[in-house]
């Protein structure tokens, strides 16, 4: 299985950026595909995901409002639109695949599947 991330990028802040996950190869079923954030010195968290199969959305409450998670099932893209971004949005941008439980989207043990990050870097 392989997960290619795209679209990161240097913007100040309020601007805008598309991130884009192409997926491959996949063996399993994913029921979950999300994006994760990590900035240096700090935990990676979970920003936004997408129930495969409901084809439903979450965020984290950071970005809700701002961000929008959307899928391409007929290519096998996850994409990440981020509008109004902020300096504390920088970080490494990284697209996971996995089998999620319950509402548990957050949770980096349910994944299986990274990709290799893409950075975006926010200046005030």
């Known amino acids: 299985e392989q997960l290619v991330e795209s679209g990161g990028g240097s913007v100040q802040a309020g601007g805008s950026l598309r991130l884009s996950c192409a997926a491959s190869?996949?063996?399993?079923?994913?029921?979950?595909m999300t994006w994760f954030r990590q900035a240096p010195g700090k935990e990676r968290e979970a920003v936004a995901s997408m129930y495969v199969r409901l084809g439903r959305a979450y965020y984290d409450n950071s970005v809700k409002d701002r961000f929008t998670v959307s899928k391409d099932s007929t290519k096998d893209f996850l994409y990440l639109q981020m509008n109004t971004l902020k300096p504390e949005d920088t970080a490494m941008y990284y697209c996971?695949?996995?089998?999620?439980?319950?509402?548990?989207?957050?949770?980096?043990?349910?994944?299986?599947?990274w990709g290799q990050g893409t950075q975006v870097t926010v200046s005030s």
């Open positions: 996971a695949a996995g089998v999620c439980i319950g509402d548990g989207w957050f949770n980096p043990q349910w994944y299986i599947s």
């Open positions: 190869g996949f063996t399993y079923e994913r029921t979950c």
